[in-house]
Antibody
Framework: EVQLVESGGGLVQPGGSLRLSCAASGFTFSNYWMQWVRQAPGKGLVWVSRIKTDGSSTSYADSVKGRFTISRDNAKNTLYLQMNSLRAEDTAVYYC??????????????WGQGTLVTVSS | DIQMTQSPSSLSAAVGDRVTITCRASQGISNSLAWYQQKSGKAPKLLLYAASRLESGVPSRFSGSGSGTDYTLTISSLQPEDFATYYCQQYYSLTITFGGGTKVEIK
């Protein structure tokens, strides 16, 4: 059974940093692209970042570019999101997702339960 | 970035109704479109991908269609467990974008 379990969320002051983790199990982690998606309270889904199987390619939403860094440790089956210079508008539930491919394109098929990040003084 | 415009933002429907949700991309996305269902307090669930392909285990009352820039999610006969928020997502570009969501409520 595919499982994605996020951790590392919490309350942080504006300007602070936080590192989220996503522990993957039930599949060969190193074979899959992975993503982070966030959802502010009462709002819609917003894609944050994605990373290729071996970490050699990453992309980011403009809103987090230069502040967030996605990475992975395939030996530990874990995805990370390092978040620096946090702002109030980064407050959200952060979901880790697995990407699967069809006809050469990649989309999320499994999602974790999410971890809440609150940026407030 | 490709913008995804989803409509309506909310709708009220009765059990048994046929429901249609649309999503328009700001440029052609070659059927690289997925639909997700999200129930309150839960993670989203994949319903369809490649615009019209049903994810394993998803009831056949859900269907998708479209091409180019315009796509549709249809629920043929709304069931009590279908009341939720639905999102479209384009994955044509490396930077993924979601529609704003459609909340389906009980009439």
């Amino acid at each position: 059974e595919v499982q994605l379990v996020e951790s590392g969320g919490g309350l942080v002051q504006p300007g602070g940093s936080l590192r989220l983790s996503c522990a993957a199990s039930g599949f060969t982690f190193s074979n899959y692209w992975m993503q982070w998606v966030r959802q502010a309270p009462g709002k819609g889904l917003v894609w944050v970042s994605r990373i290729k199987t071996d970490g050699s390619s990453t992309s980011y939403a403009d809103s987090v570019k230069g502040r967030f860094t996605i990475s992975r440790d395939n030996a530990k089956n874990t995805l990370y999101l390092q978040m620096n210079s946090l702002r109030a508008e980064d407050t959200a539930v952060y979901y880790c997702t697995r990407e699967t491919s069809y006809s050469g394109s990649y989309f999320s098929d499994y999602w974790g339960q999410g971890t809440l990040v609150t940026v407030s003084s | 970035d490709i913008q995804m415009t989803q409509s309506p933002s909310s709708l009220s429907a009765a059990v048994g109704d046929r429901v249609t949700i649309t999503c328009r991309a700001s440029q052609g996305i070659s059927n690289s479109l997925a639909w997700y269902q999200q129930k309150s307090g839960k993670a989203p669930k994949l319903l369809l991908y490649a615009a019209s392909r049903l994810e394993s285990g998803v009831p056949s009352r859900f269907s998708g269609s479209g091409s180019g820039t315009d796509y549709t999610l249809t629920i043929s006969s709304l069931q009590p467990e279908d009341f939720a928020t639905y999102y479209c997502q384009q994955y044509y570009s490396l930077t993924i974008t979601f529609g704003g969501g459609t909340k389906v409520e009980i009439k």
